[in-house]
């Protein structure tokens, strides 16, 4: 029999005496494996947030479906989902979306404060060791970093569709994105070559 609102499952919670568990324990003449009990993330039902309940919240409320603070999940009737716990450029979903970021990263801490015996403050700190922020600066930086790697390429199409258009007009381009168009009909450049090449006649 279960108390109302459980679900009847093949598992049992057991509280050992010590800081080591062991690996497995003798119920009658059945020898029944034994591993840490990993609880799920805590999530305020008032604010959304992680790390407190809602009897304990000093939040405001906050829509679970759409993080607006205009409403309740209740009365939400936005179709496109936002998750209060993940900010800016996050793919759409709720708060309480089990592949929600913010919850994988809580279940991870979780993990660990469980499987090393720690405080959750320590399991914070592995956890923050092991995955390091990545600061507004740095992502600034990796993104510029990648659109001056495409510009190269983006230049060197341009030119190319340059000359395929010709038509045998005179076209003057510069030597350095001569060099750069494979199978085009531009000569070898000399040594005293001057700084434009001219296509066509």
């Keep these: 029999m279960t108390k109302r609102g ?110 090393r015996n720690l405080s959750f403050k320590e399991a914070r700190e592995v956890y923050n060791q092991s995955h390091p922020k990545t600061s507004y600066a740095q992502k600034e930086a990796l993104r510029r970093g990648e659109e001056e790697r495409r510009a190269p390429a983006a230049t060197t199409a341009a030119a190319r569709d340059a000359c395929v258009e010709d038509t045998g007009r005179r076209l003057d381009i510069p030597v350095g994105a001569a060099t750069a168009l494979r199978g085009s009909r531009a000569p070898r450049q000399a040594a005293d070559a001057p700084e434009l090449v001219t296509l066509g006649g």
């Excluded at 598992?11 to 494996?33: A, H, Q």
């Excluded at 998750?83 to 809580?106: F, I, L, W």
């Design 6 to 115: 459980t679900v009847s499952t093949n598992n049992i919670i057991l509280t050992f005496d010590s800081t080591d568990l062991p690996s497995e324990i003798r119920v009658g003449y059945v020898k029944v494996r034994v591993r840490p009990f990993v609880p799920a993330p805590m999530r305020c039902f008032r604010c959304q947030r992680f790390g407190h309940t809602k009897d304990n919240c000093r939040g405001r409320p906050t829509c679970s479906k759409c993080a607006s603070q205009d409403h309740t999940d209740e009365t939400c009737d936005s179709e496109t989902p936002r998750c209060v716990n993940c900010g800016e450029g996050q793919t759409p979903h709720s708060a309480y979306d089990r592949s929600c970021p913010a919850y994988v990263k809580e279940k991870e801490i979780m993990t660990i404060k469980a499987t």
